[in-house]
């Protein structure tokens, strides 16, 4: 493997989520108390379960002030096949509400992109509503940089 | 090797994989809605680098993305509002830039790729931003715009666009260019601050390293005013300004002597570059 | 708010064609977290609210939280049957309302 400076980052990442999970395993979808909460208000009460939503950010983003990130759940958005909403929390933040995305038939695609305030490195989670009523998570983590002397 | 041994020491120590590391600029072509952009280029003359290289090389990809698309690109915003600017009137006189001037698309075509220019008048190198200065209080009777004042970056943003792609190129044998590029590659390698750092320790010899998580580009300035992730739309002596604090040294004043040669120098250190304003830069 | 709202919209399309549209405006997001020179905390405002319709029907709409960057960006899609007009609309927590109009030719 060569030894990129984004290869030798991952490799770390990945040592320590590898010793988090060893020392406190977590469950996959903890999220704080805050967001947890939230999310249980979104759905209802239902867990969310894995799959169908997918959230597209970058592993490190270069400041925390303007992250791209992309939500999608792939359906043919028309008749039972459609996407209610989709809710963005960043776990890290002082308040973890992002944005709420609400679609409809007219939207052709349940697909939005948009630019997101990160405080710290933190997970950013995706929740899908879909018209039934079922739920769905993604969650990335989001290494956010410390800029040179400046910061 | 080096780097290999230095990544294992990193990960061996579990300190940041940043310390000591290199990370090259990246392989990668810039068209901004079908023109194109010369990022890397062959150095002038008397270059201390072989090769200039853009800012926008040393950046992650999801940022150079975002300067791919004049849409997507939030300096534009910036343009726009320059270019309303622009069509104002302001000042005794009645006049717009654009009494005089009609269109920007025109009239400004190359400015931003060969400013600062010699001024007679002042016997000095004058940018973009005292230009505007020297039309509103000469021209238009007008007071001249402060510092990032009332749409200064704004006006100067919209002026350089109007040069996007094309080549920076400075004419040093106008007046006495000449002695100002030699002030200002003596205010470029003056180790300053608390710090004790010169703008040449990190945009020269430690160019390409990482300083914490940030990648360390040539510090180049045909992006000016640029839209930085972190603060908006930036002008270069706010940023000449920004660097020279963070060394923890006194800061020369905007448009001052010291750095208005060193506008001239660095501008000329970036020759063959084609201009980028607004760039998207971390 | 002195910068008009920035809207792409592609001129034409076929009919149920999924088309992409994004959306940049000019807005601080002053998320309330942050404090001025005297230490007193800075009030928030920020758009709460952007919506796009397409002849009265509501196409997309995103509910804001302060996290959004300064700037509101948005990139979605639409499909639509017939031609018509697309209108944009972004709410201010100090209740100002910023519009935006596009139309769109459908074949």
């Given at each position: ?15 320590a ?6 020392i406190?395993?977590?469950?996959a ?45 792939d ?12 809710v963005?929390?960043?776990?890290g ?29 933190q997970?950013?989670i995706?929740?899908?509503?879909m018209?039934?009523?079922s739920?769905?998570?993604?969650k ?10 400046g910061? | ?26 392989d ?18 008397g ?15 999801e ?18 509002d320059g ?11 009645g006049k717009?830039?654009?009494t ?12 931003g ?24 209080t ?23 666009h109007?040069?996007?792609?094309m ?22 390698y003056?180790?300053t ?7 040449a ?5 430690a ?9 360390l580009s ?23 300004r ?9 800061q020369?004043?905007a ?6 040669a060193?506008?001239?120098?660095v501008?000329?250190?970036g ?12 | 708010?002195a ?39 800075i ?7 952007f ?24 990139e979605f ?20 309302v ?10």
């Amino acid at each position: 493997m060569k030894l990129t400076r984004r290869n030798v980052l991952g490799l770390s990442v990945g040592a320590a989520a590898f010793t988090i999970a060893g020392i406190q395993a977590r469950p996959a979808s903890a999220a704080t108390e805050a967001t947890q909460k939230s999310i249980m208000d979104f759905t209802g009460g239902a867990e969310p379960a894995a799959g169908k939503v997918s959230l597209t950010a970058p592993e490190i983003a270069e400041n925390g002030n303007t992250v791209p990130v992309t939500v999608s759940v792939d359906s043919a958005m028309e008749g039972d096949d459609l996407v209610a909403s989709i809710v963005v929390f960043a776990d890290g933040n002082p308040n973890p509400a992002v944005a709420t995305f609400h679609f409809s038939e007219m939207s052709g695609a349940a697909l939005a992109t948009t630019r997101i305030r990160l405080a710290k490195t933190q997970d950013v989670i995706a929740v899908a509503k879909m018209k039934d009523g079922s739920v769905f998570m993604d969650k990335k983590q989001v290494k956010v940089t410390i800029g040179g002397c400046g910061g | 090797m080096k780097r290999l041994l230095i990544a294992g020491v990193a990960l061996a120590t579990g300190l940041a994989a940043t310390a000591g590391a290199i990370a090259d600029p990246v392989d990668d072509t810039l068209e901004i809605d079908g023109t194109p952009i010369v990022t890397r280029t062959a150095a002038p003359e008397g270059h201390p680098f072989d090769e200039v290289l853009s800012g926008w090389l040393f950046r992650e990809a999801e940022t150079r993305d975002v300067s791919r698309d004049s849409f997507e690109n939030p300096g534009m915003i910036a343009v726009e509002d320059g270019e309303t600017l622009w069509n104002t009137v302001m000042g005794s006189e009645g006049k717009s830039c654009a009494t005089c001037h009609d269109d920007a698309a025109v009239s400004m075509k190359g400015v931003g790729a060969s400013f600062p220019k010699w001024d007679a008048d002042s016997q000095k190198p004058i940018n973009v931003e005292l230009q505007i200065n020297k039309c509103l209080t000469e021209q238009m009777g007008a007071e001249a715009i402060g510092f990032n004042k009332k749409g200064q970056r704004e006006l100067t943003a919209y002026i350089k666009h109007q040069s996007l792609g094309m080549p920076v190129k400075l004419d040093l044998s106008e007046g006495e260019m000449q002695s100002w590029w030699d002030k200002g590659k003596d205010v470029y390698y003056a180790r300053t601050g608390q710090l004790n750092l010169a703008c040449a320790s990190c945009h020269e010899v430690a160019m390409g390293k990482m300083i914490r998580a940030d990648h360390l580009s040539q510090g180049q300035v045909n992006g000016f005013p640029t839209y930085r992730l972190k603060s908006g739309l930036t002008s270069l002596h706010q940023r000449f300004r920004g660097c020279i604090r963070d060394t923890r040294a006194e800061q020369p004043k905007a448009f001052s002597d010291d750095l208005m040669a060193l506008e001239t120098y660095v501008t000329w250190r970036g020759t063959g570059l084609s201009v980028e304003t607004p760039a998207v830069r971390q | 708010m002195a910068s008009k709202p920035r809207i792409k919209v592609p001129k034409s399309a076929s009919a149920g064609e999924v088309i992409t549209i994004k959306t940049l405006i000019s807005h601080e997001m002053e998320s309330g977290q942050r404090k001025d020179k005297e230490g007193n905390p800075i009030p928030r405002r920020i758009i709460n609210k952007f919506t796009c319709a397409f002849e009265g029907a509501t196409v997309f709409e995103c509910d804001l939280d302060p996290a959004i960057s300064a700037n509101p960006y948005f990139e979605f899609n639409a499909k639509v049957a017939q031609s018509g007009t697309f209108k944009f609309t972004w709410v201010d927590d100090d209740g100002s309302v910023y519009e935006a109009e596009a139309p769109i030719e459908v074949k």
